[in-house]
């Protein structure tokens, strides 16, 4: 069974916030919901599925599916870190292929910059092992982007390209945090904070959230809101396994973007616009590889030049300024992702970043620990 | 920028690896052999995680190469090196680099267990250059 064709973006929301000191997380979450509901023209009482992740508090979709006064038929608490969303996405995409829901709330919020927390491994069976080690996001990445340097020769200043094109974007979104355009040389001549990722390579830190829904071909129909389809849609899970299989350089979306794209039926030169999730300048270029917009070791030479940035570039990317910009609420980048590829599809871009007729868009993502254990979800959506 | 040494915090064995950190104190570093699939993993597992069979726990020598690498800058316990570290038999660790020149590090560099102490827990293996 294919999930192509089988389900809508209908509501898409991004919580205009990116400090909110006065308000919980769980009400992040119910504004959220609130914001897509009112975007889709729907209301609560028709959601009849609810998805979310670690960032929502409580126990695994019971607390927020009791808080938000939702009565659904189907919950799904998949957590894979920030690609969380996208792959909540493709399991609701495939709950109402199976007749399981039909309006699917998918919401992501909380408040680290409010209140600051670290990577904590909890029980995991690796903590024992690694607990000690002091991995943060940015070392972690850090290694990977230390790996593809010298297995391919990829520079810090390659990488300053993403961040340029990102803050091109960024300077039209009146909710971005960082608004200035920045050059390669402010990239490279900013703090190192982690060999070889300066903090410009770095994602900003943001409160807020944000909300999908997912419906049925029917409920998409008789709503007034462009029809996003969801074409293709792949994920998987990637680590060291036992150490033996430790490859710092290639990611989960080698295996979720080549899938969803198979399901797509579409390939890379089909698309016109990507939101790639950007936690770090590296994170981009590797997924870029990855999802075959290049050869393995090419993206560096892909992203120079100004490739990336709407208007100019060969392949526009993360039209909103992306997390390196943007927002990148509750470190978790993936329903960004999302949001900003469905505005795109719908026309709703800014006019300065609008990729014309937009019809076919990729939205990708890495979460939790790229060197070490991530998992990647990728979807290809489609405006009909 | 240099600040105070990192802080080490005590590892939390449990009843599976309770052994491993046994062995530590003692100055050795177990990996996981699998004899019914013959491949070694690390961090060891009771069950090897290439079959599900019983693996057994053996000394690694404790020899390696940096297979890559990364020197947080800022924040406390600055500067410090993460790194994965590919040992001979195989396996790769996820390690620190005990080092008082983290410039002087690069990938493919031979390094050695060197067991560290943490903060009133059992000893922690890191790895310096040979």
């Not at chain 1, 119910?30 to 126990?59: Q, R, T």
């Not at chain 1, 020769?153 to 094109?165: F, H, M, P, R, Y």
Request: proline share 7%; net charge negative.
């Amino acid at each position: 069974m294919s999930i192509r064709n089988k389900a809508y973006i209908s509501g898409a929301y991004e919580h205009p916030t990116r400090l909110a000191p006065d308000k919980s997380t769980p009400q992040l979450h119910a504004e959220c919901a609130a914001g897509a509901l009112a975007d889709a023209g729907l209301s609560l009482k028709d959601v009849d599925g609810y998805f979310c992740a670690g960032d929502a508090p409580g126990f695994g979709g019971m607390s927020m599916v009791d808080y938000l006064g939702l009565n659904v038929r189907h919950v799904d608490s998949t957590e894979t870190g920030g690609s969380s969303y996208i792959l909540h996405v493709s399991h609701a995409a495939q709950a109402i292929a199976a007749g399981k829901c039909s309006i699917a709330l998918i919401t992501l919020a909380g408040r680290p910059r409010s209140e600051p927390f670290g990577r904590q491994l909890g029980n995991a069976p690796e903590a024992p092992f690694e607990g000690w080690v002091g991995q943060s996001t940015h070392n972690s990445y850090g290694m990977c982007a230390a790996r593809h340097m010298h297995e391919y020769g990829t520079t810090s200043e390659q990488l300053a390209w993403i961040k340029v094109a990102a803050s091109h974007h960024a300077q039209y979104n009146p909710h971005a945090m960082l608004r200035d355009i920045v050059k390669v040389d402010d990239v490279i001549n900013s703090p190192m904070i982690s060999d070889p990722l300066h903090r410009l390579d770095c994602c900003v830190v943001s409160d807020g959230g944000g909300a999908l829904l997912v419906v049925s071909p029917d409920v998409a129909k008789s709503l007034k809101r462009p029809l996003v389809a969801v074409r293709g849609a792949g994920e998987h899970v990637k680590g060291p396994r036992g150490g033996m299989n430790l490859d710092l350089t290639t990611s989960a979306a080698a295996i979720s973007g080549p899938a969803a794209f198979a399901e797509a039926g579409v390939t890379p030169a089909d698309i016109q616009y990507a939101s790639i999730y950007d936690s770090f300048t590296i994170t981009v270029l590797i997924q870029l590889e990855d999802l075959g917009f290049c050869e393995k070791g090419d993206g560096g030479r892909f992203v120079a030049d100004g490739n990336l940035i709407s208007g100019t570039g060969k392949l526009p990317f993360n039209t909103d300024g992306g997390g390196l910009c943007n927002n990148h609420p509750t470190n978790r980048g993936g329903i960004t992702k999302v949001i900003e590829a469905v505005r795109q599809l719908r026309g709703e871009a800014h006019p300065a970043v609008q990729v014309p007729d937009c019809a076919l868009a990729v939205a990708t993502g890495i979460g939790g620990a790229l060197g070490a254990r991530h998992g990647a979800a990728t979807l290809i959506l489609e405006r009909q | 920028m240099m600040s105070e040494p990192r802080k080490i915090p005590a590892p939390q064995p449990n009843v599976e690896n309770q052994r491993f950190f046994d062995a530590a104190a003692e100055g050795k570093l177990l990996i996981g052999q699998c004899d019914a699939c013959g491949r070694p993993h690390y961090y060891p597992r009771a069950l090897c995680p290439f079959c599900l069979a019983e693996s057994r726990w053996v000394e690694s020598a404790g020899k390696g190469a940096i297979y890559s690498l990364s020197t947080m800058r800022r924040g406390a316990g600055a500067p410090y090196t993460l790194a994965w570290v590919t040992l001979d038999e195989g396996p790769a660790v996820l390690t620190n680099i005990a080092t008082d020149d983290h410039d002087a590090l690069k990938i493919g560099q031979r390094v050695r267990v060197q067991f560290t102490p943490t903060e009133g827990g059992p000893p922690v293996p890191m790895f310096a250059p040979e």
